[in-house]
Every structure is written in C-alpha cells, then in structure tokens.
C-alpha cells in the first residue's frame, strides 16, 4: 500500500513539473498584436486615438522612431502590440495574434 502512495507522489510531482516547464515555454514564444488586412481605417484611427490618451505613442509621432511609413495600418500596429504587451489583449475587431515578427 506504501509504494502506491509513493508512486502516486511520484507521479503527481513529474506532471506537475512537466505542465510548469509547458507553460514556461508557451510564455516565451514570441507573439505581436497586428492590424487585419480587413480592418476599417476609421476603426484603426480611433484605436489609435484611444490608446494614445493612456499610452506613449511618441514613437508613432512624426520625428519618433516608427512614424515612418506615416499610414493608419503601420501606427495602429504600434496601439495593438502596446496595449498586447501590456494587458495580454488584442482588439478582435481590428487585431490578430501571430507568431511572425512583422
């Protein structure tokens, strides 16, 4: 009977060190929120708007390190990914998860 407890203990314990290295490694693939290629202008536009009243969107500002190309699509990649980094969320009606750095 002792050595069924035991090796239950066993088990136990590998499964949940199996399921905590799977999880650590899930946290480390690399992901961006990015714009659908069918995303509304004007939705991407007010993102932008939004996100900008509680982020720093200096970057996305004319003179700041991603401004250029200046288009809705290129900016509000900027938004979606900020707003993915720091809440884990992207905007479904205008944002996609993927894997490929963009």
């Known amino acids: 009977m002792e050595k ?3 090796y239950y203990l066993l088990l136990l314990f590998t499964s ?11 946290k480390q693939t690399k992901s961006w929120c990015i714009a659908r290629l069918t995303a509304d202008l ?3 536009q007010s993102y932008i708007n ?3 009243t509680f ?3 200096s970057p996305i500002k004319q003179g700041g390190a991603c401004f250029f190309p200046d288009l809705v699509p290129n900016h509000v990649n900027y938004c979606l990914n900020v707003v993915y980094k720091r809440n884990g969320t992207c905007e479904s009606n205008i944002g996609s998860i993927t894997t490929i750095d963009p």
């Open 16 to 26: 949940c060190v199996l399921i905590s290295a799977y999880a650590n490694d899930e």
């Open 50 to 52: 939004l996100v900008c």
């Open 42 to 44: 004007d939705l991407m």
């Open 55 to 57: 982020e720093d969107c």
């Open 4 to 6: 069924t407890n035991l």
